[in-house]
């Protein structure tokens, strides 16, 4: 599973880079507009939410399970200081998605016994679209925590995140991750839709 996390660039605004995540195959957005205004974000939610349906992808929120609940999206992804994934189920629902982000597998474990449907587990290494970095992973961060997960019979989804390549993928699915969740590796390239159909091309191959 590919997620894509909108970002705005020199070249690109928040509609465009998921206009092009999803031309490239992508069947997963998540809007990330940290720092805007409720207004906007609301505004361009409702926009991207009408190109979601276009290409039948999932739309997710970070953060604002309000604007998740008024323009019925898909779900909402929390971060570790964001609301509880208890409360904003008992505002959203049991249908829409919850996702949650972790550090370490005690994270992990914590955000399981909530019911959240996925996990965003990072980061992988350094990024400059994350304002408070937790410790970074690498390779053998995430193996040591999904040989855990696998342990203690941990079923729940887990995405990596944070400055993935897509170099990177091949040895990240390895450890048994179910997705990856990028932004910049997509819109800095030079061909940005190509190279997402690239990477979507490495989780069907690791799929066969």
């Not at 020199?10 to 990330?32: T, V």
């Not at 940005?192 to 159909?197: D, E, F, I, L, R």
């Not at 989780?203 to 066969?208: G, I, L, S, T």
């Amino acid at each position: 599973m590919l997620q894509f996390i909108t970002n705005k660039t020199e070249k690109y605004d928040i509609l465009e880079s998921a206009k092009i995540a999803l031309e490239g195959g992508c069947k997963w957005i998540q809007l990330r507009m940290k720092n805007s205004l409720q207004s906007e974000i609301f505004r361009t939610g409702f926009e991207l939410q009408q190109l979601c349906y276009q290409y039948g992808a999932t739309l997710i929120i970070d953060d604002e399970v309000e604007i998740c609940k008024d323009l019925n999206c898909d779900g909402v992804h929390l971060g570790k200081e964001d609301m509880d994934p208890l409360k904003a189920r008992a505002i959203l629902g049991e249908t829409k998605v919850i996702g949650g982000t972790a550090n370490t597998y005690e994270d992990i474990v914590n955000l399981v016994e909530k019911g959240v449907d996925y996990i965003g587990l990072g980061p992988f290494r350094f990024t400059t679209t994350k304002e408070k970095l937790s410790p970074i992973l690498g390779i053998e961060g995430y193996r040591n925590i999904l040989d855990k997960c696998k342990e203690n019979n941990i079923k729940t989804p887990i995405v990596a995140i944070g400055g993935i390549t897509n170099y990177d993928i091949p040895y990240l699915l390895e450890t048994g991750i179910t997705g990856i969740a990028i932004s910049s590796t997509i819109l800095n390239a030079v061909d940005p839709v190509a190279q997402t159909k690239d990477i979507m091309s490495l989780f069907n191959m690791n799929n066969n």
